[in-house]
């Protein structure tokens, strides 16, 4: 049975909500997977808008490059130099996709969210978590992978007197597997507190401009300051795509070569 359900955006807090748009019920199985959701439709919307720009850049085979063919290849160029710099070596060139991959991904969502009634993909701790620890597993398999036990020797920093080992082993151990929550928490906790601060801030601007004519043209003053704060929002959103790529980054660094 398909159940189609009626969503209505009442509020910007609404952007923190994953909504059922399509919905599958039966009597016998539970098809609450199968439900297409405000999460689904954004995760499309974002990767059509990556591959839309992919599109854009090819250049009609011009020699010449478009306006998008050049921000694509400054994106592109900057991530390849981090990713060079952080992994060095001869293994980064296997890296960069991964690292470019999540950039990409996370620049656009992050930009989309900032579009007034929109839904924040990265502000959901559980997507975003579920992302680093991925990442964390995959980082921590690899070191194994390549050193066998010795990839343990990360956890003793090199010069440590023998007394003091356990106790810098545990906590190297605690902020090892710290990271595999911490990559995420600080992207979704800059994302929630970032549109929860415009939220307010609009919500008092609003109130204070509606009390009277004069209120709603001293309101102006105040409103270009939370102009302000929006452009330093839409910085925010595309720095925390790089700090997730730099961190990765790190990551993988300290599972390839064990510093």
């Known amino acids: 049975m398909l159940n189609l359900l009626n969503t209505y955006i009442n509020s910007p807090l609404d952007q923190f909500e994953?909504?059922?748009?399509?919905?599958?019920v039966s009597p016998f199985f539970d098809l609450?997977?199968?439900?297409?959701?405000?999460?689904?439709?954004?995760?499309?919307?974002?990767?059509?808008?990556?591959?839309g720009l992919n599109l854009l850049t090819d250049n009609n085979n011009k020699i010449v490059g478009s306006r998008w063919f050049v921000s694509q290849e400054a994106m592109y160029d900057t991530i390849l130099n981090m990713?060079?710099?952080?992994?060095?070596?001869?293994?980064?060139?296997y890296y960069f996709p991964l690292v470019y991959t999540f950039f990409i991904f996370i620049f656009t969502a992050n930009l989309i969210s900032m579009i007034p009634y929109s839904f924040a993909l990265s502000a959901h701790l559980v997507f975003v978590v579920s992302l680093s620890t991925v990442i964390w597993l995959g980082v921590t398999i690899l070191g194994l992978y390549r050193h066998g036990w010795v990839f343990f020797s990360l956890f003793v920093p090199a010069g440590t007197p023998l007394p003091l080992v356990p106790l810098l082993v545990l906590i190297e151990l605690l902020s090892y597997f710290a990271r595999a929550i911490s990559l995420g928490l600080r992207l979704s906790a800059n994302t929630i507190a970032g549109h929860l601060l415009m939220?307010?801030?609009?919500?008092?601007l609003l109130t204070f401009m509606s009390i009277s004519y004069i209120y709603f043209i001293f309101g102006f003053i105040p409103l270009i300051g939370i102009l302000a704060i929006v452009c330093l929002e839409f910085a925010i959103a595309m720095i925390q795509s790089y700090v997730w790529a730099i961190l990765t980054s790190s990551y993988l660094k300290d599972a390839l070569y064990l510093h």
């Not at 609450?32 to 591959?51: A, G, R």
């Open 18 to 24: 994953i909504r059922v748009f399509l919905g599958f």
């Open 83 to 93: 990713v060079k710099g952080q992994i060095g070596g001869k293994f980064w060139g």
């Open 199 to 204: 939220i307010i801030l609009g919500g008092l």
């Open 32 to 51: 609450s997977c199968l439900s297409f959701t405000t999460f689904t439709l954004y995760v499309l919307i974002v990767l059509v808008t990556i591959l």
